[in-house]
């Protein structure tokens, strides 16, 4: 058994790369045996995966949506089409569905989408979506992203490299990325960190997530900082960066992953959100989020400073939550089990 496996790999995007291992994790801890071929940056066109592979796995990951660009929705979508041609059996497997912006993408979408032989999406919202499609012939069930099977790797020695005191608590990972609209000003936000490492006598550590990007952005909010907090530059797998953020008392995060990674390890945390999958997640575990585009500094750092107070009550409510994702999570591979 072979599976070809489609998604935004090979981009150094930490949460979409911790998906892949998810997938590979969790297909062998499900004793599923089958050979895994990856669709990924440098294999992207590579159809004989496809003709060679008896499934394709499309996903997880927001592939299917067109907010940030129609040639990647359309890319993801013929490979869909493509495994139809090749009459392969078809996943789509834990995905975030939409935003869709565009009615003839809404229409693209649809018609595709009733040709595979199962969905699986890891968010309420996604399942709404498509129910509101009205699709003809795929099953279509809510799970979680996979990414909550994987556990952290910790070694405290990334976390001292960087200059940073375990023992000083409370430590506050951050997780900046550049958005195209509405960004928002670096010296802004280097006023914000600046204040709350001053008012909460908090360790601030930025965490990149997509090499080299978040960086770049980081280094834009650094470089107008007094207090200048400390900066993973290298490029960490998934588990690694899970083991560094098992380490924080808080996570302010924009990307989804940083807030999933957070609620794994059980440590509190804030969400800054630019996308409507950001704020599903963090109601689904019952975290705070502010929005990114016009959010105030001073609601940020009260609302950090009253996580760091509650913080045993907050992890306690992340228990029941990480229990319940890793079960919906653990779902998406029974179901790839009884496709093949």
């Known amino acids: 058994m072979k599976i070809a496996v489609s998604g935004y790999y090979g981009f150094d995007n930490t949460g979409d790369e911790a998906i892949l291992e998810a997938i590979k994790s969790g297909i062998n801890q499900n004793n599923i045996d089958a050979e895994i071929v990856v669709l990924d940056?440098?294999?992207?066109?590579?159809?004989?995966?496809?003709?060679?592979?008896?499934?394709?796995?499309?996903?997880?990951?927001?592939?299917?949506?067109?907010?940030?660009?129609?040639r990647s929705f359309l890319y993801y979508l013929s490979i869909i089409k493509i495994a139809k041609v090749f009459g392969k059996k078809i996943f789509v497997f834990a995905q975030g569905i939409g935003p869709i912006t565009k009615s003839y993408n809404e229409f693209l979408l649809k018609n595709t989408l009733n040709s595979v032989d199962l969905i699986t999406v890891r968010d309420v919202d996604?399942?709404?979506?498509?129910?509101?499609?009205?699709?003809?012939?795929?099953?279509?069930?809510?799970?979680?992203?996979?990414?909550?099977?994987?556990?952290?790797?910790?070694?405290?020695?990334?976390?001292?490299?960087?200059?940073?005191?375990?023992?000083?608590?409370?430590?506050?990972?951050?997780?900046?990325?550049s958005i195209k609209k509405n960004k928002p000003n670096p010296k802004y936000l280097a006023n914000i960190f600046d204040k709350m490492a001053n008012d909460l006598k908090a360790q601030l550590l930025f965490i990149p997530f997509q090499y080299p990007q978040d960086i770049s952005f980081v280094?834009?909010?650094?470089?107008?900082?007094?207090?200048?907090?400390?900066?993973?530059?290298?490029?960490?797998?998934?588990?690694?960066?899970?083991?560094i953020i098992s380490e924080m008392d808080l996570i302010i995060?924009?990307?989804?992953?940083?807030?999933?990674?957070?609620?794994?390890?059980?440590?509190?945390?804030?969400?800054?959100?630019?996308?409507?999958?950001?704020?599903?997640?963090?109601?689904?575990?019952?975290?705070?989020?502010?929005?990114?585009?016009?959010?105030?500094?001073?609601?940020?750092?009260?609302m950090a400073e009253d996580m760091l107070d509650n913080k045993d009550k907050i992890v306690n409510s992340l228990k029941l939550a990480k229990r319940r994702l890793y079960a919906k999570a653990m779902t998406n591979f029974g179901m790839l089990n009884l496709l093949l």
């Open 253 to 302: 995060g924009m990307r989804l992953h940083s807030l999933m990674f957070a609620a794994n390890c059980l440590v509190p945390a804030i969400g800054l959100t630019y996308d409507p999958k950001v704020d599903s997640f963090m109601e689904e575990v019952s975290l705070p989020y502010l929005p990114y585009e016009n959010f105030k500094g001073d609601d940020l750092i009260s």
């Open 126 to 177: 996604s399942f709404n979506y498509l129910k509101s499609l009205k699709l003809s012939n795929p099953k279509i069930v809510e799970t979680a992203d996979p990414t909550f099977i994987l556990n952290p790797e910790k070694d405290s020695t990334w976390i001292k490299q960087e200059g940073i005191v375990l023992n000083k608590k409370p430590l506050i990972g951050v997780i900046l990325r």
């Open 41 to 70: 940056k440098n294999n992207r066109f590579n159809v004989d995966y496809i003709l060679k592979s008896d499934v394709l796995l499309s996903g997880g990951g927001s592939l299917l949506q067109d907010s940030t660009s129609t």
């Open 219 to 243: 280094k834009q909010v650094y470089d107008n900082m007094l207090s200048k907090p400390a900066i993973i530059f290298r490029k960490l797998k998934p588990k690694e960066i899970m083991g």
